[in-house]
C-alpha cells in the first residue's frame, strides 16, 4: 500500500501548517489559559474546505478524501488540539453520516452548513449513566403522531452548547437494547425543550466547548429521524469507525508536537557544559517519540486509504489499531516531554505541560484504550 501524498494533499497539508502557525499560534496558548472558544477560527477552517474532504461538491465539499482530512487534522491538532477537535463536530462525526445514512432531503439541508462551518455541529451518545455502554443509555424518543418526543441528558458532549445540529441517539424501544436505538438529526437551537451547559471542570483542551443537553419533551418532527427506526446503533458504530480515525489524527499530532518542543528544548538546554541532547538518555527518549509517531502515522494512513478506496468499507480493526496505538503514543510522548523539560515541563507556563494534559483525551474519547483493545481483540479472534 502506497502511502506517499499525491500533489493535492500535500497542498492541503501545507495550507492547514501554514493556517495553524500564522493563525492558531499566535492565540493558542493565551486562549486556552482562559478557557477562550473562538467561532471564527472554525468558521476559517470551514472557508478554506478543511471540513469538505468527504463530503462531495454536491453537497458543499471538495471529496478530497479521508487521507487529505486525517492529514489537515494533523496540522491543525500539532499547534492546538482543541483546535483539531472540529473536524468531528463538521464532518467524521455529524456530516458524514448524514451523508451515508440520510436521505436526499437531509443531506441537502443540513451537510453544506456542517460542511462551511456556517452551521456548528455535534453528536450526543455518552450520558451520566451510559459512556463505553452505550445501551444503557436512558434517553428516550417516543412517537407522538408526526414527531418523536425527546426526554433524558446527554454530558461529556463536544460543542453542546454552540452546536446549531446535533445527531443524538435516544432509545425507541429499550426492550430490544441495541436493537431498540435510533438516531436523529436534532435542530437544538430550535427545538423547544432543550437546554444546553458548558462543562468547565476539564483537566485540557480548554478552548474547545464541552457540555451537557437536557431534553424535556423535545418535540422532533419525525422526517429528522436518520435511517431507520430501531437502527440506531448500527449508526451509531459506523460514525465511530470514522470519529476515532479522527481522534487518531489529534493523537498524532499531538505526538509530533511532543517530540519538536522536546527536541528543540534538548538542544538549547545545557547541563555539565553541553546541550542536553547529547546526553545518551536524551536521544533514547527523543528516538522513541519520534518512531513511535512514525508508526502512529502509518496506521492512521492505512486506515484512512482503506476508507478512500472503499467509502463504505467497516475497517473497525485497523480503525482502532490506529486510534489505540496514536493514543497511548502521544499520552507516552507528552509524558517524555514534560521530563525532558524538567521543572519547565511542570510549570504550567510553558507547552509540555498542556501537551499532556490535552494528550489523556485520546485515551478516553470516542471509545477508551480499553474499548479499542476490545474491538481488536473480537476482530483477531473472529468474533
Known amino acids: ?4 501524498l499525491n500533489e493535492e494533499q500535500k497542498l492541503m497539508q501545507d495550507m492547514a501548517r501554514r493556517f495553524a502557525r500564522e493563525t492558531i499560534a499566535p492565540i493558542s496558548e493565551k486562549d486556552e489559559e482562559e478557557h477562550k472558544f473562538r467561532p471564527e477560527l472554525v468558521r476559517q477552517m470551514g472557508e478554506l474546505g478543511f471540513f469538505g474532504c468527504l463530503i462531495p461538491e454536491e453537497y458543499g465539499g471538495n471529496g478530497a478524501g479521508e487521507v487529505a482530512s486525517v492529514v489537515i ?3 491543525i491538532a500539532c499547534v492546538s488540539p482543541s483546535y483539531g477537535l472540529p473536524f ?5 462525526g455529524t ?3 448524514i451523508l451515508r445514512y440520510g436521505n436526499e432531503e437531509q443531506k441537502k439541508k443540513y451537510i453544506p452548513g456542517l460542511a462551511s462551518a456556517e452551521k456548528f455541529g455535534c453528536f450526543a451518545i455518552t450520558e451520566p449513566g451510559a459512556g463505553s455502554d452505550v445501551v444503557s443509555m436512558l434517553t428516550t424518543a417516543v412517537e407522538d403522531g408526526d414527531h418523536f418526543v425527546l426526554n433524558g441528558q446527554k454530558t461529556w458532549i463536544s460543542n453542546a452548547h454552540v ?3 446535533g445527531l443524538v441517539y435516544a432509545m425507541t424501544d429499550k426492550s430490544r437494547r441495541h436493537k431498540g436505538m435510533s438516531c436523529f438529526i436534532v435542530d437544538l437551537k430550535e427545538t423547544d425543550g432543550i437546554t444546553t451547559r458548558p462543562i468547565e471542570t476539564k483537566l485540557g483542551l480548554y478552548s474547545a466547548p464541552t457540555g451537557e443537553i437536557f431534553f424535556e419533551d423535545a418535540r422532533v418532527p419525525k422526517e429528522n429521524l436518520l435511517g431507520e427506526v430501531n437502527h440506531g446503533f448500527k449508526i451509531c458504530m459506523s460514525m465511530l469507525d470514522n ?3 479522527s481522534c487518531a489524527a489529534r493523537a498524532v499530532g499531538v505526538g509530533r508536537a511532543s517530540f519538536e518542543v522536546a527536541k528543540e528544548y ?3 538546554r545545557k547541563q555539565f557544559g553541553k546541550p542536553i541532547i547529547k546526553f545518551p538518555q536524551i536521544r533514547d527518549d527523543l528516538a522513541e517519540m519520534y518512531l513511535e509517531n512514525q508508526a502512529a502515522r502509518l496506521l492512521l494512513w492505512r ?3 482503506q476508507k478512500d478506496n472503499d467509502p463504505n468499507v467497516r475497517n473497525s480493526l485497523e480503525v482502532s489499531v490506529a486510534k489505540y496505538f496514536a493514543a497511548e503514543a502521544a499520552v507516552k510522548a507528552a509524558n517524555d516531554c514534560v521530563k525532558i523539560l524538567g521543572s519547565y515541563g511542570f510549570s504550567t507556563e510553558y507547552r509540555a505541560s498542556r501537551l499532556l494534559r490535552d494528550a489523556k483525551s485520546f485515551q478516553i474519547v470516542e471509545g477508551t484504550s480499553n474499548i479499542q483493545k476490545l474491538v481488536i481483540g473480537n476482530n483477531i479472534l473472529g468474533k
Open 1 to 4: 500500500m502506497d502511502f506517499e
Open 73 to 75: 487534522t494533523e496540522e
Open 88 to 92: 468531528n463536530m463538521q464532518a467524521h
Open 95 to 97: 456530516a458524514k453520516t
Open 163 to 165: 452546536a446549531d445540529i
Open 243 to 245: 470519529t476515532r480515525l
Open 266 to 268: 534538548a538542544e538549547d
Open 303 to 305: 486506515a484512512a486509504q
